[in-house]
T-cell receptor, first 112, second 110 residues
Framework: GEQVEQLPSSLIVQEGASVLINCSYT??????FPWYKQEPGKRLQFIID?????ERKQTQRLTLLFDKKTKHLSLHITATQPGDSAIYFC???????????FGSGTRLLVSP | EAAVTQSPRNKVTVTGGNVTLSCRQT?????MYWYRQDTGHGLRLIHY???????QIGDVPDGYKATRTTQEDFFLLLELASPSQTSLYFC?????????FGSGTRLTVL
């Protein structure tokens, strides 16, 4: 079945820095890749997504890149703020069954 | 915004105990999911369902049963709880891929 690997497991940066979070998946049938953010003690919330017929998507300070050939995604966060401190998860969804598999998460800490 | 409500928020039981975690969503989503979250493992899929009476096996189903009684309600059952099932459990619902999560149930098995 689908497996999703996410790196790095943790990041510590100073406010204003940019960060890059990488994910790779194994099942070429996966077509939809939403990302979620989990602030301390809170539920996961959707932040950005991309479909397999796209290469890039941007919203505010988030840019999501997708390489179908290498089965790789990367989330770029610019001008980080302390409020960006959270765990970030990538996920992959296949065409049938709507089975959603998550990466292991990246814990981001942004210091003021 | 989709509303997903889990209960209880916290639960403590003993080894061998019987536990039921409840999840209700109010947006008529077809898909509902149960995940467990553990440090170093992220979210792991236990069971999911695409409608009342339907159940699909996830990636870590051992020791868990689930039942989808209505479009809104999805239950996770631990009939003989073990310490390895101590975890944070999340329920989620979906209409077309994006998941809406509940606030989680923290389960401790002593």
């Amino acid at each position: 079945g689908e497996q999703v690997e996410q790196l790095p497991s943790s990041l510590i940066v100073q406010e204003g820095a940019s960060v890059l979070i990488n994910c790779s998946y194994t099942d070429s049938a996966s077509v939809y890749f939403p990302w979620y953010k989990q602030e301390p003690g809170k539920r996961l919330q959707f932040i950005i997504d991309i479909r397999s017929n796209m290469e890039r998507k941007q919203t505010q300070r988030l840019t999501l890149l997708f390489d179908k050939k290498t089965k790789h995604l990367s989330l770029h966060i610019t001008a980080t703020q302390p409020g960006d401190s959270a765990i970030y998860f990538c996920s992959a969804t296949g065409t049938g069954g709507y089975k959603v598999v998550f990466g292991s998460g990246t814990r981001l800490l942004v210091s003021p | 915004e989709a509303a997903v409500t889990q209960s209880p928020r916290n639960k403590v039981t003993v080894t061998g105990g019987n536990v039921t975690l409840s999840c209700r969503q109010t947006n008529s989503h077809n898909y509902m999911y149960w995940y467990r979250q553990d440090t170093g493992h992220g979210l792991r899929l236990i069971h999911y369902s695409y409608g009342a009476g339907n159940l699909q096996i996830g990636d870590v189903p051992d020791g868990y049963k689930a039942t989808r009684t209505t479009q809104e309600d999805f239950f996770l059952l631990l009939e003989l709880a073990s310490p390895s099932q101590t975890s944070l459990y999340f329920c989620a619902s979906s209409d077309a891929g994006t998941l809406y999560f509940g606030s989680g149930t923290r389960l401790t098995v002593l």
